[in-house]
């Protein structure tokens, strides 16, 4: 997927992501104000999360549950100061649980991530739209 969408149309490029993932980890690349946790937001909606979405920059990850009693994970690794972190908090076990793992800033644990995650870039186009690539 290469498109270009406005904010509009985030419901339809949730729907089109979780359709066409070929694995539940998700690793979303961008800058700061991209709309990454908005994405997530929109996409946690579509997998019937039932708990609060928001951004676990400070507690690194945040576990919500669904309609269905699946668990979908939701990581901001923004903060983090090298990959010890990561793997002191058990970051392998969540990857290999087969649940929904919503990765921001995954840069800042590269060499932990599954390969055969899904990439997804968000870039912020001069019109205001943003551009995704999976």
């Known amino acids: 997927m290469n498109k270009n969408y406005s904010l509009e149309k985030l419901e339809e490029i949730a729907k089109e992501i979780i359709a066409s993932s070929k694995n539940k980890t998700l690793l979303f690349y961008g800058e700061m104000g991209v709309g990454k946790t908005t994405l997530i937001k929109k996409l946690c909606k579509q997998l019937d999360v039932l708990d609060n979405i928001s951004s676990p920059t400070f507690s690194l990850v945040n576990e919500y549950h669904t309609t269905t009693d699946a668990k979908v994970f939701h990581f ?29 800033w995954p840069e800042n644990i590269e060499n932990l991530l599954p390969l055969d995650a899904v990439r997804i870039q968000l870039t912020i186009l001069e019109d205001g739209q943003r551009n995704i690539q999976l």
């Not at 690794?77 to 990765?103: H, K, P, S, T």
């Open 76 to 104: 901001d690794f923004y903060r983090i100061e090298d990959e010890e972190e990561a793997l002191d908090m058990g970051i392998e076990e969540y990857f290999y649980q087969n649940a929904w793992c919503l990765v921001e």
